[in-house]
């Protein structure tokens, strides 16, 4: 039966399919339930489905994200499955405005998956951010690092298998099983609160794992609402916002004048010109960062050709599960 319900046939194209992250992670939508033109509607409140001009669905959308009018965007939700290491897991539960049913391992076996960072990843606790990591990678000692990861993944994995083995009650076996093993939900979130996740966890403040799978979660984002999409980018991901203090400092070099911008010719700010309008160090430092030539900016266009079938992920995880032998 044909369905009535508005539907977008990039996002209908992605429906179901699996996109793999990390070594055994994925990401699919699962279901979407609305798109730009939902934003629009609930917006203006209007009646049935009518049609509407791109450019002005667009213009909407972007005043609406411009000024934080974010209701509208509360009409359109998207619902995935996601698997992922635990300590990824841990970071992404934070956000609690989405809806989550996590797999058991209560009820049912662990597959015994583990994630191992590649080689580009091992590198050393960053001296400037201490949240995270920098430098070359640390070649020398990969084989090591990894080495003693494994040591602690196989005592786990035999303990976990001895004991459901004894029949073990599985919410017990499973306690000393460590962060980096894979688990799996469902997630559903409306857009208003994917996209502040999204901007929390696409950032480069964002630890990298976590940072790939909101990468590809972007790219499906951009096929459900892809007006919304633009407009986030824009104004989140490569906009910015500006402080009172940062505003001082740039009004000192450009000013409006008969509605034109003028450059203040030959003005130059130092650090110590920026501190003396009230801004510490690291504000400072966060000021040229955000005015500094941008880099390439992130591309989340999803490539199809990664995805792959329910079955291959779930095949995976069914021959990683202890093959039981009870006494
Ligand atoms: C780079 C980075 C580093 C982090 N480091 C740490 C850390 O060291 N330790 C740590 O514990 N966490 C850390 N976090 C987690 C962070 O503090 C947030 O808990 C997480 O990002 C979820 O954000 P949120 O609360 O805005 O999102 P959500 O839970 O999705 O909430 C969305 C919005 O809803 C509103 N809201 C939701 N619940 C409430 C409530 N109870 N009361 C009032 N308003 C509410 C808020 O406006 C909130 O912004 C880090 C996050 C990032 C991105």
Redo the contacts with the bound molecule.
């Keep these: 039966m044909e369905t009535r319900r508005p539907t977008n046939p990039a996002a209908e194209e992605i429906l179901g399919r699996y996109f793999p992250v990390l070594d055994h992670g994925f990401v699919a939508l699962v279901d979407y339930m609305g798109s730009d033109e939902d934003v629009e509607r609930a917006a203006r409140v209007s009646y049935g489905y009518g049609t509407r001009k791109t450019s002005q669905t667009r213009g909407l959308i972007r005043y609406l994200r411009r000024h934080r009018h974010t209701t509208p965007s509360e009409m359109v939700e998207l619902k995935f499955h996601c698997a992922m290491p635990i300590f990824v897991a841990r970071?992404w539960i934070?956000?609690?405005?989405?809806s989550v049913n996590e797999m058991s391992g209560r009820y049912s076996l662990m597959p015994l998956l583990f994630h191992r960072p590649d080689r580009t990843q091992v590198q050393a606790q960053s001296a400037s951010n201490r949240?995270g990591r920098s430098g070359e990678p640390l070649d020398a000692i990969y084989g090591e690092v990894i080495e003693r990861w494994e040591r602690v993944r196989r005592e786990a994995s035999t303990g976990y298998e001895w004991m459901v083995g004894h029949d073990v009650a599985r919410e017990l076996a499973r306690i000393d099983l460590p962060l980096s093993l894979y688990t799996q939900w469902y997630w559903k979130i409306d857009l208003h609160?994917l996209l502040?996740?999204l901007s929390?966890?696409v950032?480069p403040?964002?630890q990298y794992e976590i940072r790939a799978f909101a990468v590809v979660m972007a790219g499906m984002l951009q096929r459900v609402a892809p007006l919304t999409f633009e407009a986030w980018r824009d104004y989140d991901v490569e906009g910015t916002r500006l402080s009172r203090g940062e505003l001082a400092a740039l009004r000192r070099l450009v000013r409006v004048r008969d509605g034109r911008l003028e450059a203040q010719s030959g003005e130059t700010l130092d650090a110590t010109d920026i501190e003396r309008l009230g801004l510490s160090n690291r504000e400072v430092e966060e000021l040229l960062g955000k005015l500094d030539e941008p880099g390439l900016p992130e591309d989340f266009t999803l490539d199809l050709s990664r995805a792959r079938s329910p079955e291959d992920f779930a095949r995976e995880m069914e021959e990683a599960v202890p093959k039981v032998d009870r006494r």
């Design positions: 970071q934070r956000h609690r405005t989405a949240q609160n502040h996740f929390l966890r950032d403040h964002a």
